[in-house]
């Protein structure tokens, strides 16, 4: 009986990395490389997310691969911090680098709230066409209250939780092999990492062209015939 509990940990354990890496990690993976064809055209865009839409099953496949693991992992996460406990389980985080991962988990937690709100959940419930979104993310981007662009400013930090708290949760992943015992803490890290700064970047980039409507690689949202210009911002 005395092994039930560790049991437990090891299972709370294995089903919280994993709905935090493999659906979740794919899905941010995908999510991050179809925003990125913005900046390539906002058309590509608009085409991608209109091409999404018409796949059957659509709402089943979210529920199962994105919104279950994303409850799962984010609740789970949101518990272990309130009730202050731990799966006791190996990591390679020194104690400043577990405050980290847990701060930036409830971070993304708040942001993906925010941003499902805004382009998923707000108004009929199904999925919004490409020039919707495009249209939605211009305008709040864009906007500025006394000068400052907020919105935008919290994109910015809240993708960077994001993209931290996957590459933390990676690299623990990584550097503990299936026995238990930590290894390659310095390579693994430096692979995480660099996952998760190529996720930021790309994402630093999709928010500022959406923000500026200027591409970083050269030419601007006009040239495309911005969304924003021929689709007007849904009520709010």
């Known amino acids: 009986m005395s092994a039930h509990p560790h049991h437990l940990r090891a299972g709370l354990h294995r089903l919280f990395a994993l709905t935090g890496i493999a659906p979740l990690g794919a899905f941010l993976v995908i999510h991050t490389a ?20 018409r796949i059957p099953g659509l709402r089943m496949i979210e529920a199962l691969f994105v919104f279950a693991p994303l409850v799962a992992h984010g609740g789970m996460g949101l518990w272990l911090i309130l009730t202050s406990t731990s799966l006791a389980m190996p990591r390679p985080y ?10 930036s988990g409830v971070a993304a937690v708040a942001f993906i ?37 907020w919105r935008g400013a919290v994109y910015l930090v809240g993708t960077a939780c994001v993209a931290f708290h996957f590459a933390s949760g990676l690299w623990g992943r990584l550097a503990v092999r299936s026995d238990g015992v930590t290894t ?52 709010r």
């Open 34 to 53: 179809l925003n990125a064809s913005a900046l390539w055209g906002t058309g590509t865009l608009r085409e991608t997310a209109d091409q999404l839409r």
């Open 184 to 235: 390659g803490r310095r390579l693994t890290a430096i692979a995480a990492g660099s996952v998760g700064a190529v996720l930021w970047l790309t994402l630093l980039l999709v928010v500022l062209f959406h923000a500026t409507g200027v591409r970083p690689f050269g030419g601007s949202a006009d040239e495309d015939g911005n969304a924003a210009e021929s689709c007007p911002v849904p009520s």
């Open 94 to 103: 020194s104690r400043t680098m577990r405050v980290a991962v847990r701060a």
């Open 113 to 149: 709230g925010m941003h499902l709100w805004e382009v998923r959940f707000h108004g009929p419930g199904a999925p919004l066409g490409g020039d919707v979104i495009t249209t939605v993310l211009a305008a709040d981007l864009s906007a500025t209250s006394h000068g400052v662009p």
